[in-house]
């Protein structure tokens, strides 16, 4: 039976937006899609590069299924920036660059991932990336544009069952997997930083409400994470305090505003080095057991 998907809910409705009267900031919210389905591209490819992730049966069979899919997902966003006569994918700007590149470069992950931490990445850009599409779907009034949405959110949702399930299977065989996920969510949220403050910006163009979004897609992005981790078996106290927290941030998306301020904060002097300090004592354990014991 086909895993059962939460679906983005919203605390406050948002506004219809018609691509064509917000075209400028519609083209470059579709620019930042295409590039984060190339990301996604990319990404996919790596999953059986040991170079990128250790070796694992895990990804073999879904690997090539999400790089087809998204291959296909460049091409239909490219259909409709062409649609609003943006034949040129505006580039990516240098934050974008950072997001979809700072994960692979091997100087704030340790490279090669284990299997867990790469599933979770996949779920979480997965999710975020699926909340996002569905609330465009749902907002966007050109019924050609529209119905290119919906295909892609069809396809999506197959990628967010195969995402739960191989995050699930990395969790049977990794239950050390909490420390872990703090850091390299600390680490993630560094390099997303900057990305979305200018995402903040072209929603407000578009009339939408970036809190409500965010927040939106935040309790969704839990809700999957609850869903692998119940079929795991390791619902924890820990991931008590996850739950009330998103539940809270979706039931009052001016809680967003905070996560927005400490956008603006300096970030951390040694935070990045923390992040890859840790993650190279982790595999140094991985990779030789008996020295840590
Ligand atoms: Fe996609
Ligand atoms: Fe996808």
Redo the contacts with the bound molecule.
Sequence with gaps: MAIPLPEPRLARPLPPCDPFRHRAAYIRMLSYLYHA?AA?LAGFELLTDPRYVEKSDLFDKAAPR?VT??AK?LEDVRWMLARLGADEIPPPTAAERELWEGWRRGDLFVLPYKPSIASLFCLFS?GF??AFLHHLHAVTLDPPIKARLAANLA??QM?LRLSISVLQRALERDPDFIADFLVYFSGYTLLARQPLREIRAVLNELGLDFEVVVASSVRFVYELFEVALARAGQRGRVWGVADRLTRLIAEHPHAVRLIHASMYLPEPPLARRLVYGWGRRRQAARLNPEARA
């Design positions: 389905e996604a999400l899919d998204e997902h997965e990336g699926y396809d999506e990628h």
